[in-house]
């Protein structure tokens, strides 16, 4: 491994009240099934609007009257390349607001264990590929969602600092592109496999004969399952405790065509798609190293194809409450 490492076998106590911070996103509702299905019998969740995590003190009451045990920070204000490119302060306000208020609170309010979700977007945009964890500051991040990734940072080091100053067995997880039920498929607001999913999918109902994407479509990418990332998170907290930030992912990526024509195969898509290279493309590639995640025990199971196809039925089961 690299960087000063142990690990736990601890197992968490399955009664302990666990916070789960966003249970209503992807990744949130995610942790909250596979907790249930380990047997966590004493789960808590609240909406944005029961409690803005934006509002320090209202944090720190929930903290007081809840006393969770075991927290995991999964609430963020996330979103694509244009939500990100166009509302630069949100992003960075809004989340280093979210995470310094739900992280103070739960030093304060004794947390045993916690673990803080950023994102691969806090690498150097040209670092070396796959992208180990060491590789944190050592270059210029993406300029597209720079605002977004410097918030994640700051999270990763108040966690780092915390272990340091009071000995908590704090940890952060960092996850690569993830896809799944629960997904923003929102056309301004989504990333890019939901985005197409929704695309290719009204495509199929409209009988439209092309698709126009942006960028060449050559960019490389790595997608995870978001039921797998739930496992990943999990099994991170009962079994690794170093300061490093690990990273999730599958440890092989696809380019965005490649990509493409596995949604278009899995929503029955015939027509014809056109790549509109005058628009941007984003990073070349972004491919996470994952060794220290597998050398951890743990490894991804639900292949690209299954993942998207289970992924487009529930979209498709739930078209009248997706979020627009
Ligand atoms: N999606 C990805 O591909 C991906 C990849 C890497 C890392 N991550 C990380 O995973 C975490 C969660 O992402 P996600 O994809 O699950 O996002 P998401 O689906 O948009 O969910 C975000 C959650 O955060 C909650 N939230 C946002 N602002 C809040 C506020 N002010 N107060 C209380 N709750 C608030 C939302 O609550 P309501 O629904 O109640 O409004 C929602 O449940 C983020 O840290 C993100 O960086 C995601």
Not at 178 to 202: C, K, M, Q, W
Request: some cysteine; aromatic content about 8%.
């Amino acid at each position: 491994m690299h960087g000063a490492t142990s690990f736990l076998a601890r197992p968490l106590e399955r009664d302990a009240r666990f916070y789960i911070a966003g249970h209503r996103g992807l990744v949130g509702s995610a942790i909250w099934r596979a907790l249930e299905s380990q047997g966590f019998t004493n789960l808590v969740g609240r909406t944005s609007s029961e409690l803005d995590l934006k509002n320090r003190e209202a944090v720190f009451e929930f903290f007081s009257t809840q006393k969770p045990k075991y927290v995991i920070l999964a609430a963020a204000k996330v979103g694509g390349i244009l939500a990100n490119s166009s509302f630069p302060v949100d992003f960075l306000s809004d989340n280093l607001r979210i995470q310094v208020n739900v992280l103070d609170a739960a030093l304060a309010h004794g947390v045993e264990r916690l673990l803080f979700l950023g994102s691969s977007c806090i690498y150097p945009k040209y670092a070396d590929q796959p992208i180990r964890e060491d590789s944190l500051l050592t270059g210029h991040l993406e300029p597209t969602n720079d605002a977004y990734a410097i918030a994640k940072i700051a999270g990763i080091m108040q966690v780092q600092a915390i272990r340091r100053q009071y000995g908590l067995p704090w940890i952060s997880a960092m996850p690569t592109n993830l896809y799944g039920p629960g997904d923003n498929f929102s056309p301004t607001g989504s990333h890019v496999l939901p985005a197409l999913i929704r695309r290719y999918d009204e495509a199929v109902s409209s009988g439209a004969s092309q698709i126009v994407n942006w960028g060449s479509g050559t960019p490389r990418r790595e997608f995870l399952h978001v039921d797998d990332m739930a496992s990943a998170c999990l099994h991170l907290l009962e079994n690794y405790d170093g300061p490093e930030q690990v990273n999730v992912g599958t440890g092989t990526d696809v380019t965005i065509k490649e990509l493409a024509d596995i949604v278009a195969q899995a929503v029955g898509y015939e027509g014809q798609t056109v790549w509109d290279s005058s628009k941007p493309d984003g990073t070349p590639r972004k491919l996470l190293d994952v060794s220290n995640l597998s050398n951890a025990g743990w490894t991804a199971s639900i292949s690209l194809e299954d993942g998207i196809q289970s992924t487009v039925s529930w979209y498709r089961s739930h078209l009248a409450d997706i979020r627009s």
